[in-house]
């Protein structure tokens, strides 16, 4: 049988909005907390001064606070964090002027008024600064974030193309060699020169695409290279590989001629040249 109930040292803190309460119980057990008509009522079963036994206690708040308190037991203590209704600073926590024994302040989290608004204040800025940084950063994350995601993987891959051209000079492959040296050079000068050089260039979205109509290109075209230097021919890749081309290379150009390469074109002019001076009326 357990013993009669007992009342456990509590440590209060306060904020302008919220009500700390820590309970100075270990292995609590069946914890009930529940605020009605402004006072908090604990009841649980734990580890306390007096042994293990039945705790309990009530605390009427000098305002009126929200009716659903929020608990975190941790092995040494229960911790109760309760929302005032409004946010100001109490003078004390219970209605009644005279503090009962058994609660005492928790030192370890408390703060003077001034302290207080100073905390929150920081708080303040530190939410306006993360809405800030979070309005600035695009939702879909995956066409921003394509460069920084698989640069490595493309400065690999461009890097092998340029055996395309040795493979075209030695007839491993009937690709001619002319239209292999234009998309080979023509793609590293996108991703080497423009892309890799130029920073606000690597968070643009046409870098998804440009990499997209590059990759699902080469999905046909180097399988079909592969099956003929074995002399085996698939008529389906072989439709693919001859047909896949025709809707994808003029958007990749568009997108590498357009978007890219424009853009740094003009940009350079600029650099060169100067902005176009208006003519005086």
């Known amino acids: 049988m357990a013993g009669p109930s007992l009342r456990p040292h509590v440590h209060w803190a306060q904020r302008h909005r919220e009500l700390f309460l820590r309970v100075d119980l270990s292995d609590v057990r069946n914890p009930d907390i529940t605020i009605t008509d402004n006072v908090l009522h604990f009841r649980a079963q734990g580890h306390g001064a007096k042994g293990d036994n039945i705790y309990e206690f009530e605390i009427e708040f ?20 309760v929302q005032k209704k409004e946010s100001n600073w109490w003078e004390r926590l219970t209605k009644q002027e005279k503090r009962p024994l058994f609660l005492a302040p ?18 303040e800025e530190e939410k306006i600064n993360k809405m800030k940084i979070e309005s600035r950063v695009p939702k879909d994350h995956s066409f921003y974030d394509t460069f920084h995601t698989i640069s490595d993987m493309m400065y690999f891959c461009q890097t092998l193309a340029l055996m395309e051209i040795m493979n075209s000079l030695i007839g491993l492959v009937r690709s001619p060699l002319i239209p292999s040296v234009v998309q080979v050079f023509g793609r590293n000068f996108v991703l080497f020169v423009i892309l ?26 180097y399988p079909y290279y592969m099956l003929s230097c074995i002399g085996i021919e ?24 357009v978007f890219v390469n424009f853009r740094h074109l003009y940009k350079q002019r600029k650099q060169h040249l100067g902005p176009k001076k208006r003519k005086m009326k």
Request: include cysteine; glycine fraction near 4%.
């Open 106 to 123: 928790d030192f370890d989290r408390w703060l003077d008024e001034s302290d207080a608004e100073m905390e929150l204040k920081e708080k």
């Open 62 to 81: 000098l305002e009126p606070v929200e009716p659903k308190p929020v608990c975190r037991m941790t092995q040494r203590q229960l911790n109760i964090t």
């Open 234 to 257: 698939w008529k389906p890749l072989t439709w693919l590989r001859y047909t896949v081309w025709i809707p994808l290379y003029p958007l990749g150009a568009l997108a590498e001629g």
């Open 196 to 221: 890799g050089t130029l920073e606000e260039m690597q968070s643009k979205p046409v870098v998804f695409f440009i990499f997209y109509f590059w990759s699902i290109t080469e999905l046909f075209r």
